[in-house]
């Protein structure tokens, strides 16, 4: 179980992180849902071990083997759909990115660079390129809008990826058919996060 106790963080006079806690399963989804700019990617960045917080403690969480999901899609804009999978994966697994480009529906895309992708696309690149990592053993996995430009019907099918990994998962969403897929919700306002 990963136990998130205390946490504060603070940019300036602005507390984006105030004694928050949280406990997450050893394995399924939590999803954290709330408004733009309540806190839910900074503690994410903090999970991921990405900043520290001003106090705290995280334990069970181990941040050198979890595996996060920005915002953005940070694809490698030189390398092909394909390669952007294959490049996570060890050698002798690389011949599984054709797998996950189905999986995210873009097989027909394999040699296709990102720039050449829609933006739902892109994301749905982004997101099963983080589920090829994921798979290969990781002590949580966490995704911020993982959803963002993706259908519905799309999103429910990688969600139900998503949830079978045997990992922890967090999630940040606003809203959407993929929350009511999630084994734990939590709604938040803020800054500083904190539970409604």
């Given at each position: 179980m990963i136990q998130i106790e205390g946490l504060s963080l603070a940019y300036g006079d602005k507390r984006v992180l105030e004694d928050f806690s949280l406990s997450l399963p050893d394995r399924g989804v939590t999803a954290l849902s709330g408004p733009s700019g309540c806190?839910?990617?900074?503690?994410?960045?903090?999970?991921?071990?990405?900043?520290?917080?001003?106090?705290?403690?995280?334990?069970?969480?181990?941040?050198?083997?979890?595996?996060?999901l920005f915002q953005e899609n940070r694809l490698l804009p030189w390398r092909t759909a394909e390669e952007n999978i294959a490049d996570v994966l060890p050698r002798e697994r690389r011949g599984e990115a054709g797998r996950w480009l189905a999986l995210a529906e873009l097989s027909g895309e394999a040699s296709a660079r990102p720039a050449a992708l829609s933006g739902g696309m892109a994301r749905r690149l982004a997101l099963v390129r983080a589920l090829a990592l994921a798979s290969l053993g990781c002590s949580a996995l966490l995704l911020d809008e993982p959803f963002t430009g993706v259908d519905g019907p799309r999103a429910v099918r990688l969600m139900e990826a998503v949830r079978a990994l045997e990992a922890p998962v967090l999630l940040s969403a606003h809203e959407g058919d993929t929350l009511a897929l999630a084994d734990q919700i939590f709604f938040f306002q803020g800054p500083p996060l904190k539970r409604v």
């Open positions: 806190g839910k990617t900074t503690l994410l960045r903090v999970l991921a071990g990405l900043q520290r917080p001003d106090a705290g403690c995280l334990t069970g969480l181990d941040p050198a083997r979890t595996v996060l």
